[in-house]
């Protein structure tokens, strides 16, 4: 992909279309919690809890289509919210940006549905250090070109 090609560049159609497809692809099971995954995210933080480490969990954004689509289906919320529950039962802190570009003035952050470009990711990257660690984090480091 050219460093040039964002999400916005594609038309508004195949858009829907490939959000369509990955919600499609990445809908977690009606019973989540009671997954392995679920019962390996429970372990991996009370273990991170009992060495006494600083965690921060974050939902990462998705496009404005991914969002439209993956917010029909209430198991998403539902995964979210064990998401959150977890994170608080382990005393980590818990960061929910799932939404935080979901708007279409955001699409040029996007290189595809779910996953952000050269634009989004340094600004996602800032806030999430903000969020988790305060503004006082020490700023990303970045190569220029």
């Not at 279309?17 to 995210?41: I, K, L, W």
């Not at 974050?58 to 439209?68: A, C, I, L």
């Amino acid at each position: 992909m050219a460093a040039d090609d964002t999400w916005s560049t594609r038309d508004g159609q195949a858009r829907l279309t490939r959000a369509r497809a990955r919600v499609e692809q990445q809908t977690p099971v009606a019973d989540f919690a009671g997954q392995p995954p679920a019962e390996s995210f429970r372990r991996i933080l009370a273990f991170l809890r009992e060495r006494g480490a600083q965690v921060c969990v974050v939902t990462t954004p998705v496009s404005y289509e991914y969002f439209e689509y993956a917010t029909q289906n209430p198991v998403t919320a539902a995964t979210i919210d064990f998401i959150r529950q977890v994170a608080g039962e382990n005393r980590a802190r818990y960061v929910n940006f799932y939404q935080r570009y979901a708007r279409p003035e955001f699409d040029d952050h996007f290189r595809d549905a779910d996953h952000l470009n050269q634009i989004g990711a340094p600004r996602f990257t800032e806030e999430v250090l903000s969020a988790c660690f305060g503004p006082t984090s020490p700023p990303i480091a970045t190569t220029e070109h």
